[in-house]
């Protein structure tokens, strides 16, 4: 079995008792491996999975976990997380503004607030990217065209006497 499958059974087999805790633990290891990110934002995160895992000293299906949330901000080929095993090296080149937009996207506090930021994007270009992020929920509902109105299929009927007509 793969990583990314224990990674999936691990989040599908949280019930009531263990969701707190198994959030918790996972919240503990983004801010941990994010913190080191950001303070070396010139270095690419790389290695065999295996050694990152010791390295920062988490749980190895945490870590896929990690790798499942940031593998949208990389700036090359998503990777194929089917596919990681332990030997796997990986070399994350991460486009930190899309990092920080897909954050925002997550809802993650916790993440987007890290003083570490600080050195990373300046507070404007924060600023700008929530700004992107909340005009990218922004829902535009066309207006619908009134009884009289011409139809919208282009007949030059009015509306109610053409696509409008009730069945």
């Known amino acids: 079995m793969s990583l990314f499958n224990d990674w999936n059974d691990l989040l599908e087999g949280q019930n009531k008792g263990t969701v707190d ?11 941990k491996i994010y913190k080191h990110i950001l303070t070396h934002k010139d270095e690419h995160l790389k290695g065999k999975v295996d050694d990152l895992v010791e390295f920062f000293g988490v749980d190895k299906v945490i870590f896929v976990g990690f790798l499942d949330g940031i593998n949208t901000s990389l ?6 997380l089917k596919k990681i095993t332990l030997d796997s090296e990986i070399d994350l080149d991460i486009d930190f503004e899309k990092l920080y937009f897909n954050m925002h996207k997550a809802d993650a506090d916790y993440l987007y607030s890290l003083e570490e930021w600080d050195v990373v994007l300046p507070i404007e270009r924060r600023e700008e990217i929530y700004n992107e992020y909340r005009r990218s929920r922004t829902v535009r509902v066309e207006k619908k065209p009134g009884r009289n109105d011409p139809c919208p299929c282009g007949s030059g009927k009015k509306y109610k006497n053409c696509c409008g007509k009730r069945a």
């Open 75 to 80: 700036n090359t080929e998503p990777m194929d």
């Open 21 to 31: 805790a198994f959030w918790d633990e996972y919240s503990a290891t983004e801010i």
